[in-house]
């Protein structure tokens, strides 16, 4: 009887040892998963800013369309200027712009065209992957596009593009995706990660920067 007693002790010594270490481990567990998904994620919401910047510099604007933007990176190409000469301080005094410099063959531009692609992001990109959310089974980023008016009347190309942490958090422990949910809405703040903004023009700004 006795030595029945001390094997249940045993194991419930055991048991709550176990417990208290895996109450420890749990959460340090989930910061590791977490902020390795993070950082994949981060790295494809950044090219996705690559490309929209590339693809405002071309159409004076931004999309809202994987389509458009995965496109615009197979298929289209950018500008190469390149300047020859230059203008010196004693030109400068003189009252010679750049644009008469041109006139006047001091300076040359020559312009050719490179692919997006290569430009960008190599030859062997893919770039319908910048669509797809890492650690998902091609689940799409939210992207959308639109103009806001300054105060000043100008009109300002926005986009944003995001994923919430329910998104490529799934499959770690739900508590503590509802608790870093929970503490970002606190604070007003979106719940996963997103760069631009349809509500301000914050220069392109990821919400993890």
Same mark, same amino acid.
């Given at each position: 009887?006795?030595?029945?007693?001390?094997?249940?002790?045993?194991?419930?010594?055991?048991?709550?040892?176990?417990?208290?270490?895996?109450?420890?481990?749990?959460?340090?567990?989930?910061?590791?998963?977490?902020?390795?998904?993070?950082?994949?994620?981060?790295?494809?919401?950044?090219? =996705?800013? @690559?490309?929209?910047?590339? &693809?405002?510099? #071309?159409?004076?604007?931004?999309? /809202?369309?994987?389509?458009?933007?995965? !496109?615009?990176?197979?298929?289209?190409?950018?500008?190469?200027?390149?300047?020859?000469?230059?203008?010196?301080?004693?030109?400068?005094?003189?009252?010679?712009?750049?644009?008469?410099?041109?006139?006047?063959? =001091?300076? @040359?531009?020559?312009?050719? &065209?490179?692919? #997006?692609?290569?430009?960008?992001? /190599?030859?062997?990109?893919?770039?319908? !992957?910048?669509?797809?959310?890492?650690?998902?089974?091609?689940?799409?980023?939210?992207?959308?596009?639109?103009?806001?008016?300054?105060?000043?009347?100008?009109?300002?190309?926005?986009?944003?593009?995001?994923?919430?942490?329910?998104?490529?958090?799934?499959?770690?422990?739900?508590?503590?995706?509802?608790?870093?949910?929970?503490?970002?809405?606190?604070?007003?703040?979106?719940?996963?990660?997103?760069?631009?903004?349809?509500?301000?023009?914050?220069?392109?700004?990821?919400?993890?920067?």
């Amino acid at each position: 009887m006795k030595t029945a007693i001390q094997i249940i002790l045993t194991i419930a010594i055991l048991t709550l040892g176990y417990l208290c270490w895996e109450s420890i481990q749990k959460p340090v567990r989930f910061k590791a998963a977490r902020l390795m998904r993070q950082e994949k994620v981060i790295e494809r919401l950044q090219q =996705i800013r @690559k490309a929209q910047r590339a &693809y405002k510099s #071309v159409y004076g604007k931004f999309t /809202g369309s994987f389509d458009t933007l995965i !496109s615009f990176i197979d298929k289209d190409s950018l500008p190469l200027i390149r300047m020859e000469g230059r203008l010196t301080d004693s030109m400068i005094e003189e009252g010679i712009t750049e644009l008469k410099a041109l006139k006047l063959g =001091i300076i @040359k531009r020559d312009t050719s &065209y490179v692919a #997006v692609k290569d430009s960008l992001f /190599g030859r062997n990109f893919i770039a319908d !992957s910048i669509r797809y959310v890492p650690f998902t089974d091609q689940v799409e980023f939210e992207m959308a596009a639109t103009t806001l008016k300054t105060a000043s009347g100008v009109e300002v190309p926005v986009f944003e593009a995001k994923v919430h942490n329910n998104v490529f958090l799934q499959g770690l422990d739900r508590q503590l995706i509802v608790n870093i949910n929970e503490e970002a809405e606190a604070y007003e703040k979106y719940p996963g990660l997103k760069v631009g903004s349809l509500t301000e023009a914050n220069n392109s700004a990821g919400n993890w920067e």
